[in-house]
């Protein structure tokens, strides 16, 4: 449900800001979104100063990657735009909210899920974290308790209504 494309690594970083996303809708995150960002800048740091490559070619290329890496990371760290969840009422499904609805037809009718909408850095479908600018999400932004919203999944147009908004 992500637009985005993670890129892949050999190393255990995930590199979240290193996803291919549309044009300046990757820059809202919520607190959690910028410690990740944070943590991740002190992990590449780490991962520079444990390079024990001997071949001096393929020493300077990891050192490169790495490099490049964490100034993509900081420029995406210095353009962040921080949203406190809960700083605004929760009449409706905005970025930050945690939305529960249920789906109204097709395959999955009557199935209830419940997301929390936030930026790329941060979104994991399994852990119930969507990107705000996916689809589904796209759909709910805006809607109310009680709101029906449609979004398309593949071929199917699917139909869903806001149960509850947190």
Request: glycine share 6%; net charge positive.
């Amino acid at each position: 449900m992500d637009l985005c494309v993670k890129t892949t690594r050999k190393s255990p970083s995930s590199f979240r800001s290193a996803r291919h996303c549309p044009h300046n809708l990757d820059k809202l995150v919520t607190p959690r979104g910028l410690r990740l960002l944070h943590n991740e800048r002190e992990e590449l740091e780490r991962e520079r100063t444990e390079v024990q490559t001997t071949d001096e070619v393929a020493r300077r290329r990891e050192l490169a990657e790495i490099n490049g890496k964490v100034t993509l990371l900081e420029e995406r760290i210095a353009s962040a735009r921080i949203v406190e969840p809960g700083s605004k009422p929760n009449k409706e499904v905005r970025f930050g909210a945690t939305v529960t609805f249920v789906i109204l037809d097709g395959k999955q009718k009557g199935v209830e899920r419940t997301f929390t909408l936030v930026g790329v850095d941060e979104a994991n479908v399994a852990e119930g974290r969507i990107a705000y600018f996916a689809p589904i999400a796209q759909a709910l932004l805006g809607k109310k308790k009680g709101q029906k919203a449609t979004f398309r999944l593949g071929p199917e147009v699917q139909r869903l209504e806001v149960k509850n908004i947190v």
